[in-house]
């Protein structure tokens, strides 16, 4: 009874700091300067595992910070929440969906999965579980965008299939934006990962970054976010 009361008080203590985190990063907690943000910026979170949340980096290297400068730098105004939990899967990002996408979000990126195929998960559950975030989002009238994971080459044909179409499957049935491959261009590549070979380096976020910022720019101005409306006398 005791060690169950130990494992409980530990499991509330991790949801307390993943809250405590989350609270801050929508407080503007952030690694962005001071009087940088205004009223009319949106607020894009995104819901991730530990390539969102800046495994063995530090949080304004981790790549929601570094898509927000490329944003930013490109003339949205826009927050990009870090709502990633290292470990997560797509099961765990369900089960904290509502409060770690909050009341002020304005859309989500979800990037979740890596550790769904780490962990040798069947694809159709990893379906399953981004299908009913997309549903949850889309209750709130949330905008959705997808990010892509892959299965690795040694896994057999038939589950490397089944998982790599998952993506692409759901933003076609739900006609959500779609990221294909977030580690596209940086996985298997030594010098763009830290010595695991799994989590991206600084050079590796900047690579992911780019690639991201140009997908995540169209998301925004087909939901009419993080931009100015220009002037009907300037309209063409």
Request: aromatic fraction near 4%.
């Amino acid at each position: 009874m005791g060690s169950t009361n130990k494992k409980n008080q530990g499991a509330l203590s991790r949801r307390g700091a993943i809250a405590g985190a989350a609270a801050l990063a929508f407080a503007g907690g952030g690694a962005r300067p001071a009087g940088s943000e205004t009223a009319q910026d949106a607020t894009l979170v995104m819901l991730g595992d530990s390539l969102t949340s800046g495994f063995g980096l530090s949080r304004s290297e981790a790549l929601p910070a570094k898509l927000e400068e490329r944003l930013r730098a490109d003339g949205y105004a826009v927050r990009v929440v870090n709502a990633g939990v290292a470990g997560d899967t797509t099961a765990a990002g369900l089960a904290r969906f509502d409060w770690a996408t909050g009341d002020g979000a304005d859309a989500v990126l979800i990037a979740l999965g890596g550790n769904d195929l780490l962990r040798g998960l069947e694809p159709e559950i990893s379906r399953q579980n981004l299908d009913a975030m997309i549903q949850k989002a889309d209750a709130r009238g949330l905008p959705v965008m997808l990010a892509g994971m892959r299965a690795p080459r040694n896994w057999g044909e038939a589950h490397r299939t089944a998982f790599d179409r998952i993506y692409a499957d759901l933003a076609a049935a739900y006609g959500v934006a779609l990221h294909p491959f977030l580690l596209d261009g940086v996985a298997g590549v030594p010098t763009l990962n830290q010595v695991d070979g799994i989590h991206p380096n600084t050079d590796g976020v900047a690579v992911i970054a780019r690639a991201l910022a140009a997908s995540t720019a169209t998301f925004l101005d087909q939901n009419m976010l993080g931009t100015t409306p220009q002037p009907a006398d300037q309209q063409h």
